[in-house]
C-alpha cells in the first residue's frame, strides 16, 4: 500500500555532496524502517543504510560509515540520505526500500515496498 519515489540524484564531482529524498504516499510509512540499497552497472544491489521506524536506530555497510547519513521525517513521509565526500566508486543507481520486519535489515529480501531509483553519478 505504500509506494515511493526517489529524488536528488544527480552528477557530482569527488569530494562532493548530494541528499536524496524519498517520497512515500499511502498508508503506513511511519511503521516500518527504511533503507536504501544501490546498483551500480554490472554489479549485485548492495545495502548502503537502514533506520528504524522513528529514527532511534541506524545501520550503514562499511563502505559509507562516517559519509552518509540516513533520517527520515514521518510527519512529511520522507526518507533522507545526506551523501557526503562522494567518491567514483559511489555512482550507482539508488532505490529506497520499506521493511517488512520490526527492525531495520541489511537484506533486500526483507523489503516489500521499493521506489524506481535514482541516479548518482560522481566524477574524478
Known amino acids: 500500500q505504500v509506494q515511493l519515489m526517489e529524488s536528488g540524484g544527480g552528477l557530482v564531482q569527488a569530494g562532493g555532496s548530494l541528499r536524496l529524498s524519498c517520497a512515500a504516499s499511502g498508508r503506513g510509512f511511519s511503521n516500518y524502517p527504511m533503507a536504501w540499497f544501490r546498483q551500480a552497472p554490472g554489479k549485485e544491489r548492495e545495502f548502503v543504510a537502514a533506520i528504524s521506524s522513528i529514527g532511534g536506530s541506524t545501520v550503514y555497510a562499511n563502505s559509507v560509515k562516517g559519509r552518509f547519513t540516513i533520517s527520515r521525517d514521518n510527519a512529511k513521509n520522507t526518507l533522507y540520505l545526506q551523501m557526503n565526500s562522494l567518491k567514483p566508486e559511489d555512482t550507482a543507481v539508488y532505490a529506497c526500500?520499506?521493511?517488512?520486519?520490526?527492525?531495520?535489515?541489511?537484506?533486500?529480501?526483507?523489503?516489500?515496498?521499493w521506489g524506481q531509483g535514482t541516479q548518482v553519478t560522481v566524477s574524478s
Open positions: 526500500a520499506k521493511a517488512r520486519t520490526t527492525l531495520p535489515r541489511i537484506s533486500a529480501y526483507e523489503y516489500d515496498a
